[in-house]
């Protein structure tokens, strides 16, 4: 089982990223997935996460209408499209799944059992 995280870079305010997050070893239909990022000298924060069951997919009140998550079951990847970048958004990356097909809301941290390395974004003129 296995998550690995690609993608980050340096990117200009205003502009845009996607990050990858390629899955090994389970089946996508059977786990929420979702992205969480950390910042230095901060906690670990949910950014999206995806709901199995119905496709749901829930953001961060600072993400919203700026990142979307998507699924592609065929590739077993899980991406992350990071549209209007701010310098806030500045954080090391992190995809993670949980063992479970229904999210209502979004969850932190503790609810994922499975994490990949993170990617570096840096958002900066």
């Known amino acids: 089982v296995q998550l690995q995280a690609s993608g980050g870079g340096l990117v200009q305010p205003g502009g845009s990223l996607r990050l990858s997050c390629a899955t090994s070893?389970?089946?996508?239909?059977?786990?929420?997935v979702g992205w969480f990022r950390q910042a230095p000298g901060k906690e670990r924060e949910g950014v999206s996460c995806f709901s199995p069951y119905d496709g749901a997919t829930y953001y961060a009140d600072s993400v919203k209408g700026r990142f979307t998550i998507s699924i592609d079951k065929a590739k077993k990847m899980v991406y992350l499209q990071m549209n209007m970048v701010k310098p806030e958004d500045t954080a090391v990356y992190y995809c993670?799944?949980?063992?479970?097909?229904?999210?209502?809301?979004?969850?932190?941290?503790?609810?994922?059992?499975?994490w990949g390395q993170g990617t570096q974004v840096t958002v900066s003129s």
């Open positions: 070893g389970f089946n996508l239909d059977y786990y929420a």
């Open positions: 993670a799944a949980a063992h479970t097909v229904i999210v209502t809301k979004m969850n932190g941290p503790n609810f994922y059992d499975i």
